[in-house]
């Protein structure tokens, strides 16, 4: 059984007030995981092509709405 299949039969198992806990604790995780992603995607100037793009729409007069 691999580690996924073991966590997907613990997180079956759990009772609605602790899935509840769960959600929350994940949510919040994931929510800190992708920003620590962003931040080390910026770091390594990954994002630097897209920055530069839309400071050159903006400073052309053309920016558009995300």
Do not use: C, H
């Not at 994940?26 to 793009?53: C, H, M, P, V, Y």
């Amino acid at each position: 059984m691999t580690t996924i299949e073991i966590l997907e039969e613990q997180v079956k198992s759990l009772s609605e007030d602790d899935l509840t806990e769960f959600r929350r604790w994940f949510l919040d995780w994931d929510n800190d995981e992708w920003d620590r992603q962003i931040e080390r995607d910026a770091t390594a100037g990954k994002l630097d092509a897209l920055a530069s793009a839309a400071l050159a729409e903006y400073n052309a007069g053309q920016p558009r709405e995300i």
